[in-house]
Every structure is written in C-alpha cells, then in structure tokens.
C-alpha cells in the first residue's frame, strides 16, 4: 500500500495528511474519497449518492438503517441513497477507499437491462460483504478511476460494478450476440487508435452497453476495452520490431501517454518495450 498510498495523497485534493476527495477526470457524477491512518470520526449521516468502498487497514463499527457489523481490512460497504449510517475506526486510526455514485448512472443502468421495476430506484443486494472479489473488483475499479487513463475501461468496470452489486432482476440466460460483437471487434481493429466511448460500441453492436460487455465476455473471454488494450500491444510489437520510438506508438495506439503504454506492455510481455525492441533492433 506503500506506494498506492503517496499516488492517493499526490493526486488527491487533500484536507490533511490523511484524507482527500477528487472528482472522477474519467467519468462526470463520480467522486472518489480516501483516508489513509485516519483517526476522524462519523456521526450517523446519509449521502444522495450511492456509496461504496472497502478497508484496507484497521477495525471499524459499521451501522447501516438497523444493522450493525464490525469490519475489517478486506470487507465492502455499500450504501444506498438516503441511508443512515455511521462507521467509525474500533482502534486509533484505520484507513479505507470510497466512491460516490450520482443515482443517473443507475437508472442508466436500468434502462440497459430493461429492467422492469415500477420504481427508479434500485438498492443494493446487501449493504456488506467480507468476499475477496467484492474486495478486488472495487480495487480495480478505484484504480481505474484514480489513474485518469482510459474512460472506456472506467466506464465498463463500474457498469459490471454495478450490475453485480445491486438488486436489479438480471436473466442468467442472456446469449451473446455474436454479430454485434464482431462488429465492435472490428471496429476495436479498424480503430485502433482511437479512444471509442462505451455508447459508441453500443451504438454500432445495436444492444446496451451492459449486454455489450457480457456478450463480448462470453465471445473471447474479456470485456471490449482489455480486448482493445492486448489488439494494442499486439501491434505495437509489430512497430517496435520496425524501430518506431514509444513516443511515437504511444500516440498511434491511443495511449494517454508513454507511461500508460509502458505499464501495459509490461504486464502483459514480462518486459519493457524497450528490452523487446532490442532484441530486433
């Protein structure tokens, strides 16, 4: 956590050492918050958002409406619009992640699996989990979110987030749409460099974002925006084998920038690109 940590204080609007709030760069109606060795206390209060998170350090007493829990680093919280609540550290500090969810995501999200509830409003299935995916799907969404660097990947994460988490009636049965998906694979392949939005995907498959990216799944195993970033690094193996400069394929490959590229190609080949352009170069 060492070093999430000082990326969380540098990039954060800090209040103090401990503490900051940033609204999402990504994605408009979003709010990240994270508290780092915080000592601060809550008292019973409620959020017009709907709010999420996990603890990554310490014991904290969580009240939720009626219901009382006490949680610990790994456990998920999450928190409907207009619930009262109050967590609060059982020991002298703890430190914990949160994102803040205007409601129009979730009835956009409605909309998409056509759900058919009278009402707006769609809670979440529980208000706490101790599961390790609850944990490492947050995890990956916060980062995402916190990175600033692909919109598609935020957006696509916190849709399935979503989906997952709330109480909405999904069918189990959903077939993927074989034709919809390979139109957004060769739209992912005939613009490679471009940064597409998730509506725009949706647009050309003919079927909403939520179905889109299950569908996609189903096909080749992983959501349109990692099928994007491995189509990515495989032509940018082409361009280094050709001696094309990472700043040049960067840019190109419609990475926000060198860094961006440099991390991806690494997790996925084991080396950086340089060391793979010298063994051609």
């Known amino acids: 956590m060492d070093q999430k940590t000082a990326q969380y204080r540098s990039q954060g609007k800090r209040l103090d050492s401990t503490l900051f709030f940033e609204k999402s760069r990504l994605l408009p109606g979003i709010e990240l918050r994270c508290a780092q060795s915080s000592t601060a206390c809550y ?25 009382k829990y006490c949680i610990g680093a790994g456990d998920t919280v999450m928190i409907n619009p207009a619930d009262a609540h109050s967590c609060n550290a059982q020991e002298e500090d703890w430190s914990y992640r949160m994102l803040f969810v205007d409601p129009q995501w979730v009835k956009r999200l409605q909309h998409d699996l056509a759900c058919d509830q009278a009402s707006d409003y769609i809670p979440f299935r529980m208000s706490y989990s101790s599961k390790q995916q609850s944990f490492s799907d947050f995890d990956l969404l916060f980062n995402c979110l916190l990175s600033g660097e692909s919109p598609l990947q935020a957006e696509s994460l916190l849709l399935e987030y979503l989906g997952s988490s709330l109480a909405v009636k999904q069918s189990n049965s959903i077939k993927s749409d074989s034709v919809s998906v390979r139109r957004v694979q060769e739209l992912i392949q005939d613009q490679l460099g471009e940064n597409l939005t998730l509506d725009e995907f949706s647009k050309q498959a003919g079927i909403s974002r939520f179905h889109l990216i299950r569908s996609f799944k189903q096909v080749h195993g992983q959501a349109p925006h990692a099928f994007q970033l491995d ?47 010298a063994f051609f170069i």
């Open 43 to 67: 008292g019973t209060h409620s959020h017009d958002e709907y709010s999420f998170g996990v603890i990554d350090q310490g014991v904290a007493t969580y009240y939720n409406q009626k219901s």
């Open 231 to 277: 189509a990515r690094i495989k032509k940018a193996k082409l361009l280094l084998q050709q001696g094309h400069s990472l700043v040049e394929i960067s840019g190109v490959l419609g990475f926000a920038d060198q860094s961006h590229f440099q991390r991806h190609f690494k997790r996925r080949i084991a080396i950086t690109p340089k060391q793979y352009q």
